[in-house]
């Protein structure tokens, strides 16, 4: 697996080059595990960047993507900047897999939503 580890330090000086895909995330969040378990089945490098708990202290989130939700993903090698978890699983499957969906397409049971019914 090629995940980062979520440092998102921005770090230079190694010869590594950032990966092309950032993930914004919040701990513990059914809709951010569906994501991260896609990025991880189609072995694509990534960068964590856990947000803040609270929607209103979400600004990274709202600069980068005008939402405050998560999950979001940007893209760099497509130019692709995502929110909602089941358009991330389609946009990442139909990008970078084979075709085939992978077993992580079922949504988050029920009680895993949040009062507004969907991503956090």
């Not at 440092?7 to 895909?21: K, S």
């Not at 499957?93 to 507004?116: I, K």
């Amino acid at each position: 697996m090629n995940a980062s580890t979520g440092r998102g330090d921005g770090r230079g000086g190694d010869d590594r080059t950032d990966p092309p895909i950032t993930f914004y995330r919040l701990q513990a969040c059914p809709y951010c595990e569906r994501v991260t378990r896609t990025l991880q089945e189609l072995d694509l490098e990534y960068r964590s960047r856990f947000v803040e708990p609270l929607h209103s202290k979400r600004d990274v989130v709202k600069r980068v993507a005008g939402v405050r939700t998560v999950p979001v993903i940007v893209d760099e090698d497509t130019g692709v900047t995502m929110a909602e978890s089941a358009n991330i699983v389609d946009y990442l499957e139909s990008t970078y897999g084979d075709g085939t969906e992978t077993s992580v397409g079922e949504q988050p049971a029920a009680a895993d939503r949040d009062a507004s019914g969907g991503d956090t």
